[in-house]
């Protein structure tokens, strides 16, 4: 009975870090006063103490405390004993490297399949797709590997972008870098906008939040699904 | 003696591929009317053949005669052969894995090393810095490693873009991702815009095109440096 919140950013544009979810945070940590937080992804580089404290502050205000998973000895047995979890966003390489270095990537996997809450944002939301190949981030370290926790049969592009008509920058667009992705791997990917999420109860896989999702499947033409869509049999 | 032109891009806005480096590409190639081009990135997934061919019509309007290395039985035999060697764009990840399973990686080096005369735009210029770390693109393959040529002793980060102070999009900008690597990584990152190339001759490194460029240094506020400048001594 997965029960999570994969959403693309942590912070929209005009409002404070996780406002706009405030409302669906209470629902999927109900009951839950307090959440083990994963701040290996570490963005802009702030330390692991930093990034927690931050987080903390968030999250007293709707009456939850949270602990950093750095902060204990054993950081399985912790995860093992978290009532709710939150992995937050930075670097993809960075958290990936971490998770395998640590050990943690399959306590974690059992832990979201085995029903506690889980929050994802930006990183810590492509890691639940089933490979990391499709991150915006830098290579900014060599991780043991790109397979991540596969929770749902596809792969996500957060902070998806469409292009901009008027720009005169050749680098690639996020559509052409995702057409290229899938000129070597199969699984679907949805490019979520910022302010999307998806709700995950079961198996039953929603977006949620105002805006169009785009998806890519190999071998099709991209198309936009809306919101309350059902994602379930994407794969 | 290393005779290279490091190119940001291979394309500017308004104008065909290679274009704005007419006149340096006749110069470095002169006298060689056969250049080994390595298409390995596959810009946009297209095939080595395209790729191969597209690059031909290029480089046959100023004489000269382009063999995709992919043509050869033999990569390595082809590559000590060359006479000029160019590496295209499009995904770093792609082409560094490709460098590492034919194992081109260290005879490329050493050709460059000796003097051959090397072209890289885009993907085939982050090759010649220390790691590909500093690539934007996605990590659509697992390569061997993230170690590169090291042709000079910094990275550089291809179609730097400065962060557009209009922009509501919460993603990082080129500039937060440069000071996460430099969390973790001490080598200098060249932002080099696109327009922009270096120009190397023996071990003198030297800023081309109309456009500064921006360096990053672990620890120090990011610079601007001006056309004509020298990188001979940034390590």
Chains 1, 2 share one sequence.
Not at 26 to 48: K, Q, T, V
Not at 58 to 87: D, S
Not at 98 to 108: K, T, V
Not at 193 to 204: A, F, H
């Amino acid at each position: 009975m997965k029960n999570c919140i994969i959403a693309s950013t942590s912070t929209i544009y005009g409002s404070g870090p996780l406002e706009y979810l405030q409302e669906a945070l209470l629902e999927l940590f109900e009951n839950i006063d307090e959440i083990l937080f994963i701040p290996y992804a570490r963005p802009g580089g702030i330390s692991h103490d930093e990034y927690t404290i931050g987080i903390n502050n968030i999250f007293k205000k709707i009456g939850k405390r949270v602990m950093g998973i750095h902060m204990f000895e054993n950081p399985i047995e912790a995860l093992q004993k978290a009532k709710g979890i939150y992995t937050g966003g930075g670097n993809t390489f960075l958290l990936v490297d971490q998770l395998y270095r640590n050990g943690i990537l399959e306590p974690l996997q059992h832990k979201i399949l085995s029903g506690t809450p889980y929050l994802g944002t930006s990183a810590g939301s492509n890691i639940c797709g089933l490979t990391m190949q499709t991150t915006n981030d830098m290579p900014i370290v060599y991780p043991p590997g790109f397979k991540t926790l596969g929770i749902f049969p596809f792969n996500i592009n957060a902070h998806y972008l469409d292009p901009d008509p008027n720009s005169t920058h050749k680098g690639e667009t996020r559509e052409t870098r995702i057409k290229e992705f899938h000129k070597l791997n199969s699984q679907p990917v949805v490019g979520l906008r910022e302010g999307s999420w998806l709700r995950i109860k079961g198996e039953e896989i929603t977006l949620e939040g105002n805006l169009d999702s785009r998806v890519f499947e190999q071998n099709k033409t991209p198309y936009e699904i809306s919101p309350k869509s059902s994602l379930s049999k994407l794969s």
